[in-house]
């Protein structure tokens, strides 16, 4: 009688080779001349010289008077700011007391920023913002500190993923729509090369990487495909606010376009965070019960990732209502309820948004789990 034993490396690494060098490798050629193909031309983004020169500077004095009748409701405070500016030779210069709803609230102190206007009466000066970089380098330091003190290596490694997430949207992605390129043609090939840098630099080339990237792909196609398709059914422009219409009017971008654009690349995500937790959840399941075989470790896998979906649903809900907050709360002041704004496309772009990403994260744990479970299913050898 023979003796059986088991084989999950050297059949896994074999296994892995064969879906890297068949599914993985052209998709990654394919995304590099995709990449080739819509890089944006040096001259997408402008080179900022129309905008006023901003100025930083120091508040040294604050002159508050009486606000004048006629002065609008939202004006709290009036009078004149002093900010010091420049830093081997600084000079005074002085500007109107910002103090309308919604502009900085500036006391002496305090860095700001300033915009220089020329105009026929002579420069003026005006206070437009605080200085934020010192705060957010302590915040991105912090950041970094707790992430490699929690995760060591692995933690560096997704340091270098985010990185690599950062450069892609603002080299590419930004640029290449400003160049007139489809935005959702380059949200899909952004989004291909995100998964493959980032997946591959956090978790490494193996076997359960390689799985986890091609349930993300998957998901991601159907996604962007479901996206497309309500958003032409249910007749949605993209152009909900004075914000969207500007962009549209002023870069000539197709905003229908650029709301797919959103909605893939903002599932992607969550997206890989459920694949690449599926993924690994088989890979531990297997190497529990080195017996299991496809549909026991399927199962398994279901189970955990049921409970990891029912959770990271309301995750995508709710980050999409947080960011509309203010909006919604305004659309119900003026209408009397959320129900009878529902159906208005402002209300309707963030419901899609929330479905379809919803949608495409479910197909994701069935997807990735069985393609885990294929992978690291029993292999007995006589």
Known sequence: MGTHHHAPDRAGARLHRTAALVVVAPLALLTVVALVWLWPSSGAIGDGSTAAPEIPGRVVAVEEETCPDGTPEDVERCGTVRVSVGTV???EVTAPLPGGLGEPDVEVGEDVVMIRNETPDGVSYAVVDHQRQTGLWFLGLAFVLA?????????????????????????????????????LLVAVVAS?????????????????????????????ALTGALGALSVTLLHLTGVTDDLSASVGAS???????????????????????????????????AHADPSAGFARLFRAGSRVGRAHVASVVNTIVLAYAGSSLPLLV?????????????????????????????????????????????????????
Do not use: K
């Not at 709301?259 to 890979?283: H, K, P, R, W, Y």
């Open 251 to 285: 870069q000539g971008v197709d905003m229908r376009g650029l709301l797919l654009a959103g909605i893939v690349i903002g599932s992607l995500g969550v997206l890989d965070d459920v694949t690449v937790t599926q993924a690994a959840t088989v890979e531990e399941i």
């Open 192 to 220: 291909s090369a995100i998964v493959l840098v980032v997946l591959y630099l956090t978790h490494g080339f193996g076997l359960t990487t390689t799985m986890a990237v091609l349930g993300t792909l998957a998901a991601l």
């Open 89 to 91: 030779d600084p000079v």
């Open 330 to 382: 305004l659309l119900v002041a003026d209408n009397g309820s959320l129900t009878a704004v529902v159906p208005s496309q402002v209300v309707a772009q963030e419901i899609v948004r929330s479905v379809v990403a919803t949608i495409g994260l479910i197909a994701a744990v069935p997807l990735t789990t069985a393609l885990a479970a294929w992978a690291h299913r029993s292999r007995l050898v006589s």
């Open 147 to 183: 992430l490699v003190a929690f995760g060591r290596w692995r933690g560096v490694a997704s340091l270098a993923g985010l990185a690599a997430t950062f450069a892609i949207l603002a080299f590419f992605v930004v640029p290449a729509i400003l160049d007139g390129s489809p935005p």
